[in-house]
Nanobody, 115 residues
Framework: QVHLVESGGGLVQPGGSLRLSCVTS????????MGWYRQAPGKQRELVVT???????TILESVKGRFTISRDNAENTVSLQMNNLKPEDTAVYYC?????????WGQGTQVTVSS
């Protein structure tokens, strides 16, 4: 059974950094795409950044230059380094993966950016 488990969320001041990690229960080699989505209160879930098995990256314009995704197939993890965080980055962040055409989601981790 496939599980994605996130960690690393929390409260940070504007301009600060956080690193989110997602560990999968199966090898990440089998995922064609992995990444992160987020959902702020009262808003729809949106793509933050994804990375394909070939290294192709799709990223939300508002986080370009601040967020970096990395994928480690040896450790079965996908991570999101978030720098220069802004209050508008506050949301629940979800790990996402596509395996054999099926979508999988983590349970979400809260990121709050506030002074």
């Amino acid at each position: 059974q496939v599980h994605l488990v996130e960690s690393g969320g929390g409260l940070v001041q504007p301009g600060g950094s956080l690193r989110l990690s997602c560990v999968t229960s199966v090898t990440t080699i089998t995922f064609s795409t992995m990444g992160w989505y987020r959902q702020a209160p009262g808003k729809q879930r949106e793509l933050v950044v994804t990375i394909t098995s070939g290294g192709g990256i799709t990223i939300l314009e508002s986080v370009k230059g601040r967020f970096t995704i990395s994928r480690d197939n040896a450790e079965n993890t996908v991570s999101l380094q978030m720098n220069n965080l802004k209050p508008e980055d506050t949301a629940v962040y979800y790990c996402y993966g596509v395996q054999w055409g099926k979508n999988y989601w983590g349970q979400g981790t809260q990121v709050t950016v506030s002074s």
